[in-house]
Structure formats: C-alpha cells, structure tokens
C-alpha cells in the first residue's frame, strides 16, 4: 500500500496501523455534525474519534460520549462496506483525515487498549 502514497515516514506509520485498525474497526468511518457547525468523525462501531470545531479547533472525544448531531446536517460516511480493503481512494481518504487532525497518537493508543485486552466502551447509538 506504501506506494500509492508520499513514502514519507508519518504515511508509512499510518498504512502499517491500517492493517491493524482495519480489523479492530477503530479507523474513521464517517462524521456528524453538531448543531454548533462542530464536526465528530467516528469509527465503524460509531465511537466518536475527534471534535472539529468550526474555527477548526480538533479535541479528542472519550468513546462513549453520545455525540448528539443534527438532524439537518445529519451524518455522512467516508465509505461503504469492504471498500476500505478494495479501493485506493477510500484508503487515501483515510489517511488525508487521520494526517490532516493528527489522529495516529489517539489511534495507536485506542489500539494499544485493545490489543492489550481492554475495551473501548461505547455509547448506545439507538438510546
């Protein structure tokens, strides 16, 4: 995967965690808007990952914080289903958002949680 991207060490270090975030669904998967104009990106267990806010301010957000989004903005996805394995866009999609707010720090340690047998808590979506 390296050579679709800048060989640079930061892009190298995020494609490697890719082959394990990828499985442990902890990459980015899409975003809500709040009512404020705040962005929430979140994984594919819809665990909140970062804020942005509009003055483009970025916060790490716990796991199982209830990001209420608005119903107007909604929520959009940066992908669909397997495309993460098969598409080169989508990956490159992936690794602009995770570059462009610094999140391999946040992703690297949820990482480390769970490979060392801990659990992200989660917010129930449909409460």
């Not at 669904?25 to 990106?41: F, M, N, Q």
């Not at 769970?114 to 129930?124: A, F, T, V, Y």
Request: charged fraction near 35%.
């Amino acid at each position: 995967m390296s050579n679709l991207y800048d060989d640079n060490e930061h892009d190298a270090e995020i494609v490697r965690l890719f082959r394990y975030f990828a499985k442990r669904k902890l990459c980015p998967y899409g975003e809500w808007t709040e009512a404020d104009g705040s962005r929430v990106i979140f994984d594919r267990r819809y665990r909140p990952i970062c804020r942005i806010k509009p003055d483009g301010r970025v916060e790490i957000v716990p796991t199982d914080e209830f990001i209420h989004f608005s119903k107007k903005a909604g929520q959009r996805w940066f992908y669909e289903g397997g495309a993460f394995k098969r598409d080169p866009k989508v990956r490159k999609t992936l690794i602009d958002i995770i570059k462009r707010h610094d999140l391999t720090p946040e992703l690297r340690r949820r990482w480390d949680i769970m490979r060392n047998g801990g659990h992200l808590p989660c917010s129930d979506r449909l409460a």
